[in-house]
């Protein structure tokens, strides 16, 4: 029988119905470690996730749920309220929010000569330009993704753009919001000696995507604010690592404008061929989680297959 190393301590986890939260969960549970999930979902939503809590149940561990709005601090001290009369102490807290806006910082501009390489080629071919677009566009759709270069450019919402509200938000809800978990966590005594908190960063921290700003900025603070954990709340026994994961299929993914190029992108790119998955990223964060990963303190960890290190694009 596997040993359950993490037996009878509890995983907080924000974002925790989908995505890296929910894969994170189902590793920990494997390793007997209890589940704390909040999540944002709407009822439908709600409902086809029950399955997977069910499958989470069936692995013996005590499993909280609830559907919340984690940035309320009057929800928060009340979901606290009730982990702390479980037995055990908080050995993960895992911050997953996905919650961001999503807008260009002004309106596009198409480049000049932008769409003469396709016209050349439809020409050169004997082919309508239309019919030929078209087609292109219809096969990258279906999934022929090594036809990323010549399918039409991603399109973008342009009835508005990025203020400072947007960012305030963003930057809120992706980033700073990690500081108010971890704080209250600390305040009430719930966490272990030896308790690991997780962000969750993207290659958006350094580089542009178009309608990525007010996430990237919010990578950039959560960045910022883990490193302050790390130093800080070191003497309590805490330690806070950042984990940069390559391009995964998660509803989070999905809702940034020009997915389908990047998920194109990222396969050209990574040494292996195929995206990072959430059962990767769950991998990574259950490693770091084990007793033997205590001095690794204040990093950002890249999970991404080696993605980020190659220049390759086929």
Same mark, same amino acid.
Not at 54 to 73: H, I, M, Q, W, Y
Not at 125 to 130: D, K, V
């Given at each position: 029988?596997?040993? $359950?190393?993490?037996?009878?301590?509890?995983?907080?986890?924000?974002?925790?119905?989908?995505?890296?939260?929910?894969?994170?969960?189902?590793?920990?549970?494997e390793n007997g470690m209890n589940l704390c999930l909040v999540h944002r979902d709407r009822r439908a939503a709600a409902?086809?996730?029950?399955?997977?809590?069910?499958?989470? $149940?069936?692995?013996?561990?005590?499993?909280?749920? *609830?559907?919340?709005?984690?940035?309320?601090?009057?929800?928060?001290?009340?979901?606290?309220?009730?982990?702390?009369?479980?037995?055990?102490?908080? $050995?993960?807290?895992?911050?997953?929010?996905?919650?961001?806006?999503?807008?260009?910082?002004?309106?596009?501009?198409?480049?000049?000569?932008?769409?003469?390489?396709?016209?050349?080629?439809?020409?050169?071919?004997?082919?309508?330009?239309?019919?030929?677009?078209?087609?292109?566009?219809e096969l990258f759709a279906e999934g022929f993704h090594d036809l990323h270069p010549i399918a039409s450019a991603p399109?973008?919402?342009?009835?508005?753009?990025?203020?400072?509200?947007?960012?305030?938000?963003?930057?809120?809800?992706?980033?700073?919001?990690?500081?108010?978990?971890?704080?209250?966590?600390?305040?009430?005594?719930?966490?272990?000696?030896?308790?690991?908190?997780?962000?969750?960063?993207?290659?958006?921290?350094?580089?542009?995507?178009?309608?990525?700003?007010?996430?990237?900025?919010?990578?950039?603070?959560?960045?910022?604010?883990?490193?302050?954990?790390?130093?800080?709340?070191?003497?309590?026994?805490?330690?806070?690592?950042?984990?940069?994961?390559?391009?995964?299929?998660?509803?989070?993914?999905?809702?940034?404008?020009?997915?389908?190029?990047?998920?194109?992108?990222?396969?050209?790119?990574?040494? *292996?061929?195929?995206?990072?998955?959430?059962?990767?990223?769950?991998?990574?964060?259950?490693?770091?989680?084990?007793?033997?990963?205590?001095?690794?303190?204040?990093?950002?960890?890249?999970?991404?297959?080696?993605?980020?290190?190659?220049?390759?694009?086929?």
């Amino acid at each position: 029988m596997k040993e $359950r190393i993490f037996e009878g301590s509890w995983a907080v986890i924000l974002g925790g119905s989908s995505g890296f939260g929910l894969a994170t969960a189902q590793k920990l549970a494997e390793n007997g470690m209890n589940l704390c999930l909040v999540h944002r979902d709407r009822r439908a939503a709600a409902r086809a996730v029950e399955p997977e809590f069910e499958k989470l $149940r069936g692995l013996g561990v005590e499993l909280l749920t *609830f559907n919340a709005d984690a940035l309320s601090p009057e929800k928060r001290s009340s979901i606290l309220d009730e982990l702390a009369r479980q037995p055990g102490r908080v $050995r993960v807290l895992l911050h997953s929010i996905a919650f961001g806006n999503l807008k260009l910082i002004a309106a596009e501009k198409p480049r000049p000569g932008e769409s003469d390489a396709r016209s050349a080629l439809a020409e050169k071919l004997g082919i309508e330009a239309s019919a030929f677009n078209e087609a292109v566009d219809e096969l990258f759709a279906e999934g022929f993704h090594d036809l990323h270069p010549i399918a039409s450019a991603p399109r973008y919402p342009s009835g508005s753009f990025l203020d400072s509200d947007d960012f305030a938000r963003t930057i809120h809800c992706m980033g700073t919001s990690m500081l108010d978990w971890t704080q209250d966590l600390l305040e009430r005594g719930l966490f272990a000696d030896d308790a690991r908190v997780f962000g969750l960063t993207s290659e958006g921290n350094t580089v542009a995507w178009k309608g990525y700003a007010a996430v990237a900025a919010a990578k950039v603070a959560l960045e910022s604010v883990a490193r302050s954990i790390a130093v800080e709340m070191a003497p309590y026994g805490i330690r806070c690592n950042v984990i940069q994961a390559g391009v995964t299929e998660t509803p989070a993914l999905a809702a940034i404008p020009g997915s389908a190029h990047l998920k194109a992108q990222a396969r050209a790119r990574n040494p *292996f061929g195929r995206l990072t998955s959430p059962r990767d990223v769950a991998n990574a964060i259950h490693l770091l989680s084990l007793e033997d990963a205590g001095w690794i303190n204040g990093e950002v960890i890249r999970v991404d297959g080696g993605e980020h290190i190659s220049g390759a694009t086929s």
